[in-house]
């Protein structure tokens, strides 16, 4: 758990890093672009690159073509290693199941983690049970929209792998989004989940 949307974006993608010179992939009217004031940039030292997009969902045809040019231009460009993907998308439309798949095949081909931006996934669920699948989809992270779906003052940062949930402990440790007194925080979210 962690106090803000911002900070589970961080915590989620910084545990993702793998090395030096690394960028994240996403779309271009991506709120972590758009509206988190370089918190990736800043804290994580990424550079964010913008894929083109229809109707704000990604493509896997521009995920393709923007990692070929990025390694065609190597070792002058960043190293693409992950991919973000909002669901539901900036412009309130679904990814769905089967394209969140084909971009996580796509990214594995590539040895880049995916991470979910998941302020309205709560949302996306309620329209497609079956993105309950996504981490068997291949999704590293997932930042979980906490205060918009009303577990009060904190987000979820969601993993299922034990090597990433220790590097995101210590990320949110490192970060300062560790609240002292969290279990007030998190008081009664158990039930409302």
């Known amino acids: 758990w962690v106090p803000t949307g911002t900070a589970a974006n961080v915590t989620a993608i910084s545990s993702l890093i793998q090395g030096p010179g690394e960028c994240v992939l996403l779309a271009e009217d991506s709120h972590i672009r758009v509206d988190e004031c370089g918190a990736i940039e800043r804290t994580c030292g990424l550079p964010l690159v913008a894929l083109q997009t229809t109707g704000g969902l990604l493509r896997v045809d521009s995920l393709k073509s923007t990692i070929e040019r990025l390694n065609t231009n190597a070792p002058f460009s960043p190293i693409p290693s992950i991919l973000s993907i909002a669901e539901i998308s900036e412009t309130g439309r679904r990814h769905g199941l089967n394209l969140i798949d084909n971009l996580c095949q796509e990214a594995k081909r590539n040895n880049m983690s995916v991470h979910i931006d998941g302020a309205r996934f709560a ?15 291949g999704v590293s992270t997932l930042s979980f929209g906490g205060t918009k779906n009303g577990q009060g003052p904190v987000e979820a940062v969601v993993t299922t792998s034990k090597e990433i949930h220790s590097k995101l402990m210590r990320a949110a440790k490192q970060f300062g989004y560790t609240l002292s007194k969290l279990r007030f925080a998190t008081a009664g979210i158990k039930n409302s989940l």
């Open 123 to 137: 949302n996306a669920l309620a329209e497609d049970r079956e993105l309950v699948h996504i981490f068997k989809a």
